[in-house]
């Protein structure tokens, strides 16, 4: 069963700093990788979606990259804002059909 | 429209009742999803719906009992669920089942709580 894992677990950092969160998991054969935002008691919003053939993806000031063959992806996010505060959750969607969400990163940018 | 909806926000009921949550989508789009999130966990995969037909079945209990009644409504009907099964409800939808380009779409969720 793919396992997908989120370092670190939370992450606090004053306003304009650039961070970066990754997401790791075991089994390569996948169809994507796509990273979601969730505030607080809410449902997910798609940041960015990388095809497995891609290597990165980018969205304003937002920067997804994907190493396949690693089982690594991380999201780099320029010039953090409050708004930014939420967690991250990486979601990776398998040549089975199947999805599995990681555990996802807490962030609180502070001002 | 790029928006999933679902009713109701939040929903309590007790472990006798029988209740429904409804989601839908008018993108067009052909696969439906459920989801289980508990407190500070990632969401868990429950149903798979592709072209109004089940799809997936992550072995849940059948106390949860889906329903894709058309392309754009899907519905989770609760009967005699237990206080563990208290946990954030998502529906989310993608355009195909199966594709590498899909990207999920999701709802706010609706806040199941049983007593």
């Known amino acids: 069963k793919q396992e997908v894992t989120q370092i670190p677990a939370a992450l606090s950092v004053p306003e304009g700093e650039n961070l970066v969160l990754n997401c790791s998991f075991t089994d390569s054969a996948i169809y994507n990788l796509q990273w979601f935002r969730q505030d607080p008691g809410k449902g997910l919003t798609s940041l960015l979606l990388?095809?497995?053939?891609?290597r990165e993806q980018t969205s304003g000031r937002l920067n997804a990259s994907l190493d396949k063959s690693s089982g690594r992806s991380t999201l780099y996010i320029a010039a953090s804002q409050p708004g930014d505060s939420a967690t991250y959750l990486c979601?990776?969607?398998?040549?089975?059909?199947?999805?599995?969400f990681g555990t996802g990163t807490s962030l609180t940018v502070i001002p | 429209d790029t928006e999933v909806t679902q009713t109701p926000k939040h929903l309590v009921m007790g472990m006798t009742n029988k209740k429904s949550l409804k989601c839908e989508q008018h993108?067009?789009?052909?696969?439906m999803y459920w989801y289980k999130q508990k407190a500070k966990k990632p969401p868990e995969l429950m149903f798979v719906y592709s072209y109004e037909k089940l799809s997936i079945n992550e072995s849940v209990p059948s106390r949860f009992s889906p329903e894709c009644p058309n392309s754009s409504l899907l519905n989770l009907h609760l009967h005699a669920l237990q206080p563990e099964d208290s946990a954030l409800y998502l529906c989310a939808s993608s355009p195909g089942w199966g594709l590498h380009t899909d990207t999920q779409y999701f709802g706010p969720g609706t806040r199941l709580t049983v007593l």
């Open positions: 993108m067009g789009h052909r696969a």
């Open positions: 990388i095809q497995s053939s891609q």
């Open positions: 979601a990776v969607h398998n040549t089975g059909n199947q999805f599995y």
